[in-house]
């Protein structure tokens, strides 16, 4: 029976089981209150009918003092079948103070004297004049003895017996309304109860219900399976704040954001700060109730499992691309080594003919062979220097110096080709440890890639910027740009547009950038331009 009870429920769903619940409840509750009710009221009769036999017979021993007295038998008959017709009443007795029977109900008895069962009880009651109240079992009679006091003489005794069964009728009449009243009240309750319950088990269980559906989201690949949340509050709406450099200003969810500034002290990493947050009514008044909470709980776990699955792809990217340059590497130092005494060879032959022999086509072709020699040096300079990078020499230096010396190199030849080169550095940014040269390197890489794709008449546009422990350098040109393909190809090693050149130097410049703890990022579009981003952690 039991397991088929677990059986049941188990097939049952959250809101048929609360549901049950709740109504299970609600009737437990209804007949607990019901049963204390009619208790109470049959208790409360029980003890009103017993005042009133009281009040019955004290009245009957009142109004029989004169009779008694002036022995007047009919009124006294005509006394006890009035209180005869007491409910639940059986019989009435009156006797002198002599204990002979005077007036009953039984009129057989008249003149008798009290039978001895009742007699044993008369000292008490007539000699003392107490009242007294006895039960009767074997009858299941209640007989109530009075006695009928002249002053402070007693000249006689009333005695009145009344049915149980008789009184407990007239109870059980009487609760008969009342237990209709309550069963038609409870009746209402339990609908209204029923209809509750419902509501209530939907209103608590839709969001779970919610929750459901995105579990099975993630559980089935999609990671972006987010359950809405309209009730999100904004911190510094709340807390009336302004302090703008907070990182999480302008942001919501803020108990997800690392070094914000609640009231006016800086707090730590997610992990450390979050019992704090939780006691802050933004967060409380965001998530509500714990189901609420829950689901605040869910959407950063999913946020976190996607950003890990994120973070291992980009490493596992990373760690391919590195053994492809590693193992590309290796290869072009080996080639760079194999060529690279051949072309000394060519350059010393070249500059011995052109010493002892004369002839202007000999002069131009030597010329030539000269020149590409040179070009060839120069990039199989350039596949050393990627095959086998320089180890970061770190010094606290000013990244605006930096730019500003760097933009001195290429000023002429902007100048002669007539493109215009703006800067606009953020003074605030603090001199912080990084390697001069090799960054110049990537920024004058850049900054010559952009002047290559620009015409007269274009600008180039070098802003430098502080933010959340991070500087952003970012170089734009209104050149001639590139499309989504390229762009997805420009840091790969050898891929270049140009006709001459290696294809190595944003490779080199993204290396550079990631041995700094960067990123680097590009946006560019056909016929508008090219905005190279670059961001470095600001190190002490």
């Not at 008249?110 to 007294?132: C, F, M, S, W």
């Not at 029923?194 to 993630?218: D, Q, Y």
Request: glycine content about 6%; overall charge neutral; aromatic content about 6%.
């Amino acid at each position: 029976m039991k397991a088929n009870i677990k059986g049941i429920l188990r097939k049952l769903s959250l809101v048929q089981k609360f549901s049950m619940a709740v109504i299970f409840l609600i009737f437990i509750i209804m007949v607990v209150v019901n049963t204390l009710i009619i208790t109470y009221q049959r208790s409360a009769l029980r003890t009103e009918m017993d005042n009133n036999h009281l009040v019955v017979v004290r009245n009957l021993a009142k109004d029989a003092v004169e009779p008694l007295i002036f022995k007047d038998p009919l009124r006294l008959d005509e006394m006890v079948r009035i209180t005869a017709h007491a409910p639940g009443c059986m019989y009435v007795g009156i006797v002198d103070h002599n204990e002979r029977i005077v007036a009953n109900t039984n009129r057989k008895l008249l003149g008798q004297t009290l039978p001895a069962d009742i007699r044993k009880y008369t000292d008490l009651v007539i000699n003392r004049g107490k009242e007294y109240i006895r039960d009767i079992s074997e009858d299941d009679v209640k007989e109530i003895l009075i006695p009928v006091k002249a002053g402070y003489e007693v000249v006689g005794m009333v005695f009145v017996g009344f049915s149980k069964e008789s009184t407990e009728g007239v109870i059980e009449h009487n609760l008969k309304g009342l237990k209709n009243h309550i069963l038609l009240i409870s009746g209402i309750v339990m609908v209204i109860g029923i209809w509750g319950s419902f509501g209530l088990a939907r209103l608590l269980t839709t969001p779970m219900k919610k929750l459901k559906e995105k579990m099975e989201l993630v559980q089935a690949g999609n990671l972006d399976a987010e359950v809405p949340n309209d009730y999100l509050l904004n911190c510094w709406e709340v807390l009336d704040c302004e302090a703008k450099e907070c990182p999480a200003y302008g942001k919501k969810r803020c108990w997800t954001v690392s070094g914000t500034m609640c009231y006016g002290g800086l707090q730590g990493d997610v992990f450390e700060k979050i019992c704090d947050c939780k006691n802050c009514i933004v967060y409380k008044e965001s998530c509500g109730d714990e189901i609420g909470e829950l689901i605040e709980v869910f959407n950063q776990m999913i946020k976190k499992l996607k950003d890990s699955i994120e973070e291992l792809e980009e490493t596992g990217k990373e760690k391919t691309r590195l053994e492809k340059l590693s193992a590309l590497g290796e290869m072009s130092m080996t080639v760079a080594h194999e060529i690279k005494n051949p072309l000394n060879a060519i350059r010393g032959a070249v500059s011995y003919l052109q010493n002892n022999f004369k002839g202007e086509v000999l002069k131009e072709f030597l010329s030539i062979i000269e020149e590409e020699t040179k070009r060839l040096n120069e990039i199989v300079t350039s596949f050393l220097r990627f095959s086998k990078p320089v180890p970061l020499h770190l010094e606290v230096s000013d990244m605006n110096k930096v730019i500003r010396e760097t933009v001195e190199l290429v000023r002429q030849e902007a100048t002669e080709n007539n493109v215009e080169v703006i800067m606009s550095l953020d003074e605030r940014i603090p001199p912080f440890k990084f390697d001069t040269q090799q960054l110049k390197q990537a920024l004058l890489n850049i900054i010559v890639n952009s002047l290559d794709a620009t015409k007269a008449g274009d600008t180039i546009k070098i802003n430098t910027e502080i933010f959340d422990s991070k500087v952003l350098v970012v170089i734009k040109d209104t050149g001639m740009g590139m499309s989504e393909e390229i762009v997805s190809e420009i840091f790969k090693p050898f891929f270049s547009t140009k006709t001459r050149g290696s294809g190595l130097g944003l490779a080199c410049v993204e290396r550079i950038v990631k041995d700094h703890k960067g990123n680097i990022s590009v946006k560019s579009e056909i016929g508008k331009g090219t905005e190279f981003i670059i961001t470095l952690p600001v190190w002490n």
